[in-house]
C-alpha cells in the first residue's frame, strides 16, 4: 500500500494528467493546476520522482493546452484579457457549486472533503474576462429619440418624381447639406423630429418626391470613466452606448469599487445612479443610460458590507445599499437552502468597545429577520443537523437496507415479515439491535435469532424496538469466503475502471495539440500511474467489504470507549476452531452456546469435549474454566465482560497428507498416508517397481527442502548482485573500463541464476533402506518419489569443447569421457572436476571441492561428469563466489532436467 504521501502526489498528477486529457470537462481546472505547477516544491518534485510520476513533464503539457486556447479565442476574433478579480474563486474547493477540481478529487477519494473556501465579495466576477477592446452594436434599431449630433449620417433614398439615394452627414457645425434642400440645422434633434421636418420640406419645395430617411453610420464620441475603473481615463465610444458599455471599456472596475453608486454626470449634475446588483440580480437595466459626449462616469469606492455565509444560496460579501435588516441582506443572497437551520443563525459583529460580539437570531421569527443590519456584520445560517430522530435503522445482509418511521409500539415482526427481505446467505441464528440507553449515547447490545422473529409463534417476534435503534442482520460467512469475495470485488471494479480509461484514452487524441510521439508517451505514463490509484482504490475497498467483522468492529470500539475503572468493556472473545473467531459484544444473559452462535458456528474440526473460558476476578488475576460444549451447561453458563472462550481442534482431524509416486513403480499415483508412516511402507503399497527401474537413481524431492532451497537462492542472487556492482563501481573509481568478455560472461552466469529452479531434492540410499540396511525415510507432506529407468549413458557438462552425452563404456575413466568432448577450455578448472552420481551424490576424483564427497571414481550408467568455471583466471577475475554458484547452477539444472524428462 502506498503512503499517504505518495498517493497525495498521484492525486495532483491525475488531475494535471486530466486537464490535458479532457478539454471540455475539465477546462475550469486549468488554472487550479497551474497553479498546482507553480507552487511544486523540490520536495513535492523528489517524492514524485521517487514514487515513479513525472509532474514536471505534465506540467509542461498544460502550456501546449493553453496555446490551443488562444488560437481557439484568435479564430473567433475577440481577444479576451484573462483577470482575476476578487470575486475568482481560488481553486481550493467549490466557489458557489461544486468545482471540477473538488469533482475530479472526489472521483478518486470518495472521503475526500474540500477546504471550505473564503468568502468572496458579490459581482466583480462580471469583469473577469473582458475583451481587450469593446465596441458598442451598431447594427441595432436606432429609437426615434436618439439625439442627432456631428459625425451622425443619414441614407436618404427620393422617390415620385426623383428617384435616387444619398447618404449625409451632420458637420461639425450641426448642419447636414441636404439634396434639393441645401444646408438644414439638424444637430440637437431626435431623429424622429429631424426625419419629420426633412419629409415635410422635400414635400413643400419638390413636389411629388417623397423621402424614406434612416441612419446610417453612427458618430463616435468621447467620454470619461473615473474613479475606480480598472483603467480610468478617456473612452471613445459609440453614440449607442450605455453605462456599462463604458465601463467595461475601461476594463471593469477595481477591487475596491462600489457596484452600487456608479454615478452618471452630466454637466456637472448626476443625472442617474447604476446600482450593478439591479442588472445582477434582476436583469433591470432601466438605469443603464445611454450616454452622450463629454459624459462622465464616476466609481466611487465601496460603501459598508455584510458577508453572508452557510446555507444560503449565494454565499458572498454584498455591499449595502438601502438594505435595513436581515430579512433584506437573505434576499440579496438568494434565500434560505432547504437544509438551512434558520433558527439557528447568528451575526458576528463589531460592538461599540471595539470588541467583536455575536448576536444570536431566529430567522424563522419576524423579529429574527426584522434584526437591524450594521455594515461588518457577518451573517451565518447553520446547516439542519444530519443525525435523524425518531428512526429505526436496518442494515447489513438485508436486500434493502434503510431507515424506518419509529413510533409508539413498533415491534421487529413489524419490519421482518418474510424471507424474500434478506438473501439466502442470512445468519438465521445470529443478529443484533445497538440501542443508546441515554442521552450521552451509551450503547446496549441486545442480540436476537432472525429465524424465530420469521416464525409464526417465534419468541423474538415481538421484541420492543425504541428510536435509533439499529438492528444489524448478518451473513453467514466463514474466513476463506470473506476473502474470495473481496478478490471478485476487486476484479470487477478493476474491469469498471479499465473500460474507463479505455473511453478516456479515445478522447485523448482530439484535446491535446501535442506531437504523436510525446502523446504516446504521456499516455502510456497516464495509464500506468491510473491503474496504480485505482489498485490503491480496489485495495480499499478489500478492506471495506461489508463482513460480519467490519459490521461489528466499529460497535466494538465504542464500548471500549464507554469502559471505565470498575466497569470494563462489555465484550467476549472467541477464538480457536469457529467459523468467525474475534471479538463481540456481551450481549443480556449471553451464554456459552449464544457466544458459539455469534462466531458463525462451529467448524467441522471443533472437539466437543470440552471448551475453555479464561475470565478475570476482581483481584485481576486469571481462572480457567473448563465446560463440555454438548452438556446443559452451555446454555445455563452465563459469560462476564471480558471472558475469552477458547473452541479447542479435534486432533489432526480429517487431515489428509499426501506422497506422489512416479516413474517405474507398479502403481504411480498420489498416496494418503497416516502419520508416522514410512516411505517402504509406501512402495510397498505401490506395488514395487517395474522390472526397468533404476533404484539407485531414485529422485527424492521435499517441499520444505524446495522452499530452503529458494530461499539460499534469494540469497545468493543478493549476494553475486552486491559483489557485482561492487566491483564495477571499483572499476569505475580507478577509471578501468570493464572487459566486455568478463562484463558478458558475468551477466549470462547472473541470467542463469535468476533463470534457476529450487527442486528440493533429497539425496536418499533408497536401495539400502529397502535392504534394512539405513534408516527409513519419515513421510512429510508432499514428499515425492520418482524412479527413472535404467540410463546408458555418461554425460559431460561445463567448460569443455562440446558439452553432450555418451554410450556407457566401462573401460573408460573420466578423463577419456572429457577428451572424447574435445578436451578442457580455458577457463576451466581443472582442479574442480567433480561427478554427479545418478543418485545425485557429487564425488570429487582424488580429492574435496566445495563439500562434495570422496568415493570412487569409477564411472557408471547415469553418471554426469561436471567441468566447473575457474573463477581464479580472467574472465571473471575477482568474484570468489562464482565457484559456489555455478557449482550449485550444474546441480540444479542437472537435477530439474531429470525430474522434467520422467514427467515428461
Not at 471550505?116 to 429609437?143: H, I, M, Q, R, W
Not at 573509481?733 to 568478463?742: F, L, N, V, Y
Not at 568455471?869 to 555455478?886: N, Q, Y
Request: charged share 25%.
Amino acid at each position: 500500500m502506498q503512503s499517504a504521501k505518495t498517493k497525495l502526489m498521484a492525486r495532483i498528477y491525475v488531475l494535471i494528467a486530466s486537464v490535458l486529457l479532457s478539454g471540455s470537462v475539465f477546462a475550469n481546472s486549468l488554472n487550479e493546476a497551474k497553479a498546482m505547477c507553480s507552487n511544486l516544491s523540490d520536495s513535492n518534485r523528489a517524492l514524485a520522482k521517487s514514487a515513479g510520476y513525472d509532474v514536471d513533464k505534465l506540467c509542461r503539457g498544460l502550456d501546449s493546452f493553453s496555446a490551443k486556447g488562444d488560437s481557439d479565442q484568435a479564430s473567433s476574433g475577440v481577444t479576451v484579457i484573462p483577470r482575476d478579480t476578487v470575486s475568482t474563486t481560488d481553486g481550493r474547493g467549490m466557489g458557489q457549486g461544486d468545482s471540477s477540481l473538488e469533482a475530479m478529487m472526489r472521483m478518486l477519494d470518495p472521503d475526500f472533503e474540500a477546504e471550505k473556501p473564503e468568502l468572496k465579495p458579490f459581482g466583480y466576477d462580471l469583469f473577469a474576462n473582458v475583451p481587450s477592446s469593446f465596441a458598442a452594436p451598431t447594427n441595432v434599431p436606432v429609437s426615434p429619440n436618439y439625439l442627432l449630433g456631428p459625425g451622425d449620417e443619414l441614407s436618404v433614398i427620393f422617390y415620385g418624381k426623383l428617384n435616387k439615394s444619398s447618404t449625409v452627414e451632420v458637420n461639425r457645425d450641426g448642419f447636414v447639406d441636404f439634396p434639393e434642400l441645401g444646408p438644414i440645422m439638424i444637430a440637437g434633434l431626435t431623429f424622429s423630429e429631424a426625419k419629420k421636418m426633412l419629409q415635410t420640406q422635400m414635400e413643400s419645395q419638390v413636389i411629388g418626391t417623397k423621402l424614406n430617411i434612416s441612419m446610417g453610420a453612427l458618430r463616435s464620441m468621447q467620454v470619461f470613466v473615473l474613479g475606480e475603473a480598472f483603467k480610468p481615463g478617456a473612452y471613445s465610444v459609440s453614440a449607442l452606448s450605455t453605462i456599462t458599455h463604458a465601463i467595461m471599456s475601461a476594463g471593469g472596475v477595481s477591487d475596491i469599487a462600489s457596484l452600487r453608486n456608479i454615478k452618471l454626470k452630466r454637466n456637472g449634475k448626476t443625472v442617474v445612479t447604476l446600482d450593478l446588483y439591479d442588472l445582477l440580480l434582476a436583469g433591470d437595466v432601466k438605469n443603464d443610460f445611454r450616454l452622450q459626449a463629454s459624459d462622465v462616469i464616476y466609481i466611487p469606492t465601496v460603501g459598508g458590507t455584510v458577508s453572508v455565509d452557510g446555507e444560503v444560496r449565494r454565499p458572498a460579501i454584498y455591499e449595502l445599499n438601502g438594505e435595513k435588516t436581515a430579512a433584506d441582506i437573505l434576499a440579496l443572497a438568494g434565500g434560505l437552502t432547504p437544509k438551512s437551520f434558520a433558527s439557528s443563525s447568528r451575526i458576528d459583529r463589531v460592538g461599540d468597545d471595539g470588541f467583536l460580539t455575536v448576536v444570536d437570531l431566529d430567522l424563522t421569527q419576524n423579529s429574527g429577520k426584522r434584526l437591524k443590519i450594521k455594515s461588518g456584520d457577518y451573517l451565518t445560517v447553520d446547516t439542519v443537523i444530519e443525525e435523524k430522530k425518531s428512526i429505526v435503522t436496518m442494515q447489513g445482509a438485508i436486500h434493502h437496507p434503510a431507515d424506518y418511521s419509529w413510533r409508539e409500539g413498533l415491534t421487529l415482526s413489524d419490519l421482518v415479515s418474510n424471507e424474500s427481505q434478506f438473501p439466502s446467505d442470512l445468519d438465521v441464528n445470529y443478529a443484533l439491535i445497538a440501542r443508546q440507553i441515554d442521552e450521552l449515547g451509551n450503547l446496549s447490545i441486545v442480540s436476537f435469532k432472525p429465524k424465530d422473529v420469521l416464525a409464526a409463534n417465534g419468541s423474538d417476534k415481538g421484541m420492543q424496538l425504541y428510536p435509533r435503534d439499529q438492528i444489524y442482520f448478518f451473513a453467514k460467512d466463514i474466513e476463506e469466503e470473506v476473502d474470495e469475495k473481496a478478490e471478485a470485488e476487486a476484479e470487477k471494479k478493476q474491469n469498471k475502471f479499465q473500460a474507463g480509461l479505455n473511453t478516456t484514452e479515445s478522447n485523448a487524441d482530439n484535446t491535446v495539440n501535442q506531437p504523436e510521439a510525446e502523446l504516446t508517451e504521456n499516455n502510456g505514463s497516464d495509464q500506468s500511474l491510473l491503474m496504480m490509484m485505482n489498485q490503491d482504490k480496489v485495495d480499499d475497498e478489500k478492506e471495506e467489504l461489508e463482513t460480519r467483522e467490519t459490521q461489528i468492529s466499529p460497535l466494538i470500539e465504542r464500548l471500549k470507549t464507554e469502559a471505565t475503572f470498575g466497569a470494563p468493556a462489555m465484550i467476549v472473545e472467541v477464538k480457536g476452531a469457529v467459523k468467525l473467531p474475534g471479538l463481540y459484544p456481551l450481549t443480556p444473559n449471553m451464554s456459552l452456546a449464544d457466544i458459539v452462535d455469534a462466531a458463525g458456528g462451529l467448524k467441522e474440526s471443533a472437539y466437543s469435549g470440552n471448551a475453555e473460558i479464561v475470565r478475570q476476578d476482581n483481584s485481576n488475576s486469571e481462572q480457567s474454566l473448563v465446560f463440555t460444549l454438548s452438556s446443559k451447561l452451555t446454555d445455563e453458563f452465563k459469560l462476564q465482560a471480558q471472558d475469552s472462550v477458547f473452541v479447542k481442534s479435534t486432533p489432526y482431524y480429517l487431515k489428509k497428507e499426501i506422497v506422489t509416486l512416479g516413474g517405474e513403480v507398479v502403481f504411480p499415483g498420489e498416496y494418503t498416508f497416516s502419520r508416522g508412516e514410512r516411505l517402504s511402507s509406501i512402495i510397498e503399497r505401490a506395488g514395487g517397481f517395474t522390472s526397468v527401474a533404476d533404484v539407485n537413481a531414485a529422485i527424492f524431492t521435499r517441499e520444505k527442502l524446495k522452499e530452503r532451497e529458494e530461499q539460499e537462492l534469494k540469497r545468493l542472487r543478493q549476494k553475486l548482485n552486491g559483489e557485482l556492482s561492487s566491483e564495477n563501481l571499483s572499476d569505475a573509481s580507478k577509471g578501468e573500463k570493464p572487459d566486455p568478455r568478463q562484463q558478458a560472461l558475468k551477466e549470462e552466469l547472473m541470467s542463469e541464476l535468476n533463470n534457476v529452479e529450487a527442486t528440493g531434492r533429497l539425496v536418499i540410499p533408497l536401495q539400502s533402506i529397502l535392504d534394512g540396511d539405513a534408516d527409513d525415510v519419515m513421510l512429510e507432506a508432499g514428499d515425492n518419489l520418482i524412479i527413472p529407468q535404467f540410463r546408458q549413458e555418461v554425460s559431460v557438462v561445463g567448460e569443455v569443447q562440446r558439452p553432450t552425452s555418451y554410450f556407457f563404456d566401462k573401460r573408460l575413466n573420466y578423463k577419456d569421457y572429457i577428451e572424447q568432448s574435445g578436451g578442457l577450455l580455458q577457463t576451466a578448472n581443472k582442479k574442480g572436476i567433480y561427478i554427479v552420481k545418478a543418485s545425485g551424490q557429487v564425488v570429487v576424483p582424488g580429492g574435496k571441492f566445495l563439500g562434495a564427497s570422496r568415493k570412487s571414481t569409477k564411472i557408471e550408467a547415469g553418471d554426469t561428469i561436471v567441468v566447473p568455471l575457474d573463477t581464479d583466471e580472467r574472465p571473471v577475475k575477482g568474484i570468489k563466489l562464482l565457484a559456489e554458484v555455478s557449482q550449485i547452477l550444474y546441480q540444479l539444472s542437472l537435477g530439474a532436467a531429470a525430474i522434467s524428462s520422467l514427467n515428461n
